[in-house]
T-cell receptor, first 115, second 116 residues
């Protein structure tokens, strides 16, 4: 068990480009969450998967954002037509999904800078 | 909707001393979890301690303990015998129990610096 991993760790892109981030959760975890963290703020919820089903999306997740979790394993978060306001740390977390144990374990994050 | 407030943006403490970080929250829920997460500089967020709202006993984890006051909606973190490695941003977080979404709602964080 290597914990939650995210790739890439850093991404610099130009405004208008598309970017895709990947998250690999802890292997036995069936819940996966995406959060966004801007400088000086706590993480904010973006979206959540139970296995392969995307069950909730925040209003923060505009139509330029899309997330998938094929086969209930890894997840991808894509941002189309990036804007400077998308610059942030994107965090992934996973949890076991047993109501007795809902603690979320976080990955190292992907830091995005949009120029 | 739930809100979490951390009123101390920054705090400092001398090594080996004790420090308490404050957190208050607002919710109409009766069943929930509360968490403290630690985010060291340029490193990933890790869980420090968690508390189930139905438990009256305050959670403890080695040098870390909480003071959970459900009626006052207060959830402070006490760090005893502070160590240099405790320097980090600390986030208080709320999770509603039940339903279909166990998302975390975070406060803005408290930057703790432990001085030698």
């Amino acid at each position: 068990d290597t914990g939650v991993s995210q790739d890439p760790r850093h991404k610099i892109t130009k405004r208008g480009q598309n970017v895709t981030f990947r998250c690999d959760p802890i292997s036995e975890h069936n819940r996966l969450y995406w959060y966004r963290q801007t400088l000086g703020q706590g993480p904010e919820f973006l979206t959540y998967f139970q296995n392969e089903a995307q069950l909730e999306k925040s209003r923060l997740l505009s139509d330029r954002f899309s997330a998938e979790r094929p086969k209930g394993s890894f997840s991808t978060l894509e941002i189309q037509r990036t804007e400077q306001g998308d610059s942030a740390m994107y965090l992934c977390a996973s949890s076991f999904g047993d109501r007795r144990e809902e603690t979320q374990y976080f990955g190292p994050g992907t830091r995005l800078l949009v120029l | 909707a739930q809100t979490v407030t951390q009123s101390q943006p920054e705090m400092s403490v001398q090594e080996a001393e004790t420090v308490t970080l404050s957190c208050t929250y607002d919710t109409s829920e009766n069943n929930y979890y509360l968490f403290w997460y630690k985010q060291p500089p340029s490193r990933q967020m890790i869980l420090v301690i968690r508390q189930e709202a139905y438990k009256q006993q305050n959670a403890t984890e080695n040098r870390f303990s909480v003071n959970f006051q459900k009626a006052a909606k207060s959830f402070s973190l006490k760090i005893s015998d502070s160590q240099l490695g405790d320097t980090a941003m600390y986030f208080c977080a709320f999770m509603k129990q039940g339903g279909s979404n166990y998302k975390l709602t975070f406060g803005k964080g408290t930057l703790l610096t432990v001085n030698p």
